[in-house]
Nanobody, 127 residues
Framework: QVQLVESGGGLVQPGGSLRLSCAAS????????MGWFRQVPGKEGEFVAA????????YSAGAVLGRFTISRDNGKNTVFLQLNSLKLEDTAVYYC????????????????????WGQGTQVTVSS
């Protein structure tokens, strides 16, 4: 079955950087649009970034624009999220998601548009 495994989270100081990875298995990775979401306990999940199956036109939410960058390596079945200039409000559990139902080279920003989810990796920004 499809499995998404996130890694790279941890504790970092404000202004620091982290690189999150999401390794996919059980799916034709090159056929899946990929996305990152984050969630703070007690609050609704928030879209962070997305990328189409080919890697064209990576897209980031306004709250992280210019600081976070999504990318993918289809040869390694992995999607990445580079987090730079981290702020306290970036603290959350970050989830990787895959969309595999549509054969269209576009990206998606709504959680209901994704078919598979990882279990998340914790990012904590603290001084």
């Amino acid at each position: 079955q499809v499995q998404l495994v996130e890694s790279g989270g941890g504790l970092v100081q404000p202004g620091g950087s982290l690189r999150l990875s999401c390794a996919a298995s059980g799916v034709t990775f090159g056929s899946c649009a990929m996305g990152w979401f984050r969630q703070v306990p007690g609050k609704e999940g928030e879209f962070v970034a997305a990328i189409s199956r080919s890697g064209g036109r990576p897209y980031s939410a306004g709250a992280v624009l210019g600081r976070f960058t999504i990318s993918r390596d289809n040869g390694k079945n992995t999607v990445f999220l580079q987090l730079n200039s981290l702020k306290l409000e970036d603290t959350a559990v970050y989830y990787c998601a895959a969309e595999g139902a549509r054969d269209i080279d576009i990206y998606f920003v709504r959680d209901e548009e994704y078919d598979y989810w990882g279990q998340g990796t914790q990012v904590t920004v603290s001084s």
